[in-house]
Nanobody, 115 residues
């Protein structure tokens, strides 16, 4: 079965960096686009970044220039490098894959940006 396991969250000061990882299994990883979403308290889940099987990438405007998504198909892992973090980046970050119209999610990893 499809499994997505996020890691790498934590508490960081404003201006700091974190790298999130999402280990995937149960499907042909290289064939599918992978995405990161986030959900802040009291807000809807929102798209952060996505990368397709060919390496094409897109970002939410709020993170352009600060976040970098990448993937390692040999390790079945997608990453999110987050730099210049702001308090408004505080959220639970989720890894996502859409397989034939079915959205799969990881359990999420908490990112807190605070001094």
């Amino acid at each position: 079965q499809v499994q997505l396991v996020e890691s790498g969250g934590g508490l960081v000061q404003p201006g700091g960096s974190l790298r999130l990882s999402c280990a995937a299994s149960g499907f042909t990883f290289s064939a599918y686009a992978m995405s990161w979403y986030r959900q802040a308290p009291g807000k809807q889940r929102e798209f952060v970044a996505g990368i397709n099987g060919g390496g094409a990438i897109n970002y939410a405007d709020s993170v352009k220039g600060r976040f970098t998504i990448s993937r390692d198909n040999a390790k079945n892992t997608v990453y999110l490098q987050m730099n210049s973090l702001k308090p408004e980046d505080t959220a639970v970050y989720y890894c996502n894959v859409d397989i034939v119209g079915h959205m799969y999610w990881g359990q999420g990893t908490q990112v807190t940006v605070s001094s």
